[in-house]
């Protein structure tokens, strides 16, 4: 049904009444009627009860505003200016409208954030569906409560790039941590990163604390990593066959010294890097490296490591260089010199360079920016 004239006429007159009960009932009728469905207010009229309520909002006690906000902010089709008002009202009437409220658009939220305070931030980051848009500036607040209330909101849109950056930010703000890796929607890659950034702080806190055996600490973080990434995203890429074949063999335990040095001698340099990257645990990237760098002592130190002995080291160094894409020649005082720094470096120590290079770069890479905070805050 339709307002009649004589309600309109009542609602005038009670606006003329300044009153806080007049207020009171004033403000309660015209919510009423824009929730009573059965009330079919004509243009003019929806005009007039928006112009009631903007002039009553800053003229009516907090608990009547309160209570109007509560209403409203459940109502999409509120008139947009009176939700703007109520927005920018104190937090305890904001609150309810900032959280709810679908008549508020994005530039409105952000236009909030910009000037108002950081209540009104925190009820703005706990909204439902919030776009990326609003992410953004509240990111751009540099307030961490803000953005780890941002973080913990499983609807809120937030931006690959931002995201990106959070997860920077967290190597130093341990209370985005948390929160990023629950993110049903943090990107794979990123995850990754995270974890490692997580596991190299745990790591830190531990030396700092404990008193511990530090390999075996680096293996058991490493380990807890890879726990928690694994399954994170399916690598889509066809195994080869050098490594499948090496990997066989290494569970069948049948990689020896020897087995290098025949497959080298057959030309089957593939296979050789699969072979001595299952070997010594090392990525074959790491192995491609150790096994073509100018001067060969990454290679001598991965031998002297698994305990290869000098004949067969020298053999796999001359046929390793062989396989180098050049034309130069070797020459007699490089494998002289490679030689006398094998026999000077103690297994011991081969040893941990090696379970060192073993190390994820990710994990390493945390590990120095965390080394590097630390300093950071003791220079302080």
Same mark, same amino acid.
């Given at each position: %049904?339709?307002?009649?004239?004589?309600?309109?006429?009542?609602?005038?007159?009670?606006?003329?009444?300044?009153?806080?009960?007049?207020?009171?009932?004033?403000?309660?009728?015209?919510?009423?009627? &824009?929730?009573?469905?059965?009330?079919?207010?004509?243009?003019?009229?929806?005009?007039? %009860?928006?112009?009631?309520?903007?002039?009553?909002? @800053?003229?009516?006690?907090?608990?009547?505003?309160?209570?109007?906000?509560?209403?409203?902010?459940?109502?999409?089709?509120?008139?947009?200016?009176?939700?703007?008002?109520?927005?920018?009202?104190?937090?305890?009437?904001?609150?309810?409208?900032?959280?709810?409220?679908?008549?508020?658009?994005?530039?409105?939220?952000?236009?909030?954030?910009?000037?108002?305070?950081?209540?009104?931030?925190?009820?703005?980051? %706990?909204?439902?569906?919030?776009?990326?848009?609003?992410?953004?500036?509240?990111?751009?607040?540099?307030?961490?409560?803000?953005?780890?209330?941002?973080?913990? @909101?499983?609807?809120?849109?937030?931006?690959?790039?931002?995201?990106?950056?959070?997860?920077?930010?967290?190597?130093?703000?341990?209370?985005?941590?948390?929160?990023?890796?629950?993110?049903?929607?943090?990107?794979?890659?990123?995850?990754?990163?995270?974890?490692?950034?997580?596991?190299?702080?745990?790591?830190?806190?531990?030396?700092? @604390?404990?008193?511990?055996?530090?390999?075996?600490?680096?293996?058991?973080?490493?380990?807890?990593?890879?726990?928690?990434?694994?399954?994170?995203?399916?690598?889509?890429?066809?195994?080869?066959?050098?490594?499948?074949?090496?990997?066989?063999?290494?569970?069948?335990?049948?990689?020896?010294?020897?087995?290098?040095?025949?497959?080298?001698?057959?030309?089957?340099?593939?296979? &050789?890097?699969?072979?001595?990257?299952?070997?010594?645990?090392?990525?074959?990237?790491?192995?491609?490296?150790?096994? &073509?760098?100018?001067?060969?002592?990454?290679?001598?130190?991965?031998?002297?490591?698994?305990?290869?002995?000098?004949?067969? &080291?020298?053999?796999?160094?001359?046929?390793?260089?062989?396989?180098?894409?050049?034309?130069?020649?070797?020459?007699?005082?490089?494998?002289?010199?490679?030689?006398?720094?094998?026999?000077?470096?103690?297994?011991?120590?081969?040893?941990?360079?090696?379970?060192?290079?073993?190390?994820?770069?990710?994990?390493?890479?945390?590990?120095?920016?965390?080394?590097?905070?630390?300093?950071?805050?003791?220079?302080?």
């Amino acid at each position: %049904m339709a307002a009649t004239s004589e309600d309109v006429t009542y609602l005038l007159r009670l606006a003329r009444d300044k009153s806080i009960e007049s207020r009171k009932q004033l403000v309660a009728i015209v919510s009423d009627l &824009f929730f009573d469905k059965g009330t079919a207010l004509t243009a003019h009229e929806r005009a007039l %009860m928006t112009d009631i309520l903007k002039k009553l909002i @800053n003229d009516v006690a907090v608990p009547v505003r309160k209570a109007l906000a509560e209403r409203l902010a459940t109502v999409p089709s509120a008139p947009h200016d009176v939700i703007v008002a109520l927005a920018n009202d104190e937090i305890d009437v904001a609150k309810p409208v900032l959280m709810r409220s679908e008549a508020l658009l994005d530039i409105d939220l952000i236009e909030i954030i910009h000037h108002r305070s950081q209540e009104h931030q925190l009820a703005i980051a %706990m909204r439902r569906n919030l776009s990326e848009q609003v992410s953004d500036a509240l990111v751009e607040t540099g307030n961490n409560d803000v953005i780890k209330a941002l973080l913990e @909101n499983p609807e809120a849109h937030i931006a690959e790039a931002t995201m990106c950056y959070l997860v920077d930010q967290a190597r130093r703000v341990d209370s985005f941590q948390e929160p990023l890796v629950r993110r049903h929607d943090l990107p794979p890659v990123l995850a990754r990163k995270l974890y490692f950034w997580v596991s190299a702080a745990l790591r830190q806190h531990i030396i700092e @604390n404990f008193d511990i055996d530090l390999a075996a600490l680096d293996e058991a973080v490493e380990a807890a990593a890879h726990d928690a990434v694994r399954g994170i995203a399916a690598v889509s890429s066809e195994p080869n066959k050098p490594a499948v074949l090496a990997r066989r063999l290494a569970e069948a335990r049948q990689i020896t010294p020897r087995l290098l040095v025949q497959t080298l001698r057959q030309g089957e340099i593939a296979l &050789f890097e699969a072979l001595l990257a299952e070997m010594s645990g090392l990525r074959p990237r790491l192995v491609r490296r150790l096994i &073509f760098e100018p001067g060969g002592e990454g290679l001598a130190v991965c031998c002297r490591a698994l305990e290869i002995d000098k004949p067969t &080291f020298a053999t796999i160094f001359l046929l390793s260089r062989c396989a180098l894409p050049s034309e130069r020649s070797l020459d007699p005082r490089e494998l002289s010199r490679v030689l006398s720094f094998f026999e000077h470096v103690r297994p011991e120590a081969a040893g941990t360079v090696l379970a060192r290079w073993r190390r994820d770069p990710d994990l390493l890479h945390a590990i120095r920016a965390v080394e590097e905070v630390q300093r950071d805050v003791a220079a302080v």
